[in-house]
């Protein structure tokens, strides 16, 4: 029973956000909220578009959806 309460204690979870973003630069994304969204070789442009932000907090699986579909690996949020 203690083997599968460890089980589940390492299960992490995602948390989804929708959000509208501007491209300020290369790999630096803006919200309308004014927290910046850093990427990892993300070459989608955007000006006030509507995306996803799957978000786990650990930098490796959080991942920024594009209304056409495409995703952008997150490195970082910055408030």
């Known amino acids: 029973m203690v083997f599968v309460f460890l089980l589940l204690c390492g ?15 290369q790999d630096l994304y803006k919200t309308t909220e004014g ?10 442009y955007a000006y006030g ?5 799957k978000y786990e907090g650990y930098g ?4 920024l959806i594009f209304e056409n579909g ?7 949020i910055l408030r």
């Open 60 to 63: 490796y699986s959080d991942k």
């Open 49 to 53: 578009d509507e995306a996803i932000l």
């Open 35 to 44: 927290i910046y969204i850093k990427t990892r070789y993300c070459l989608e």
């Open 11 to 25: 299960v992490g979870y995602a948390e989804f956000y929708k959000v509208f973003i501007t491209r300020e630069a």
């Open 70 to 76: 495409s995703t952008c690996d997150v490195e970082r």
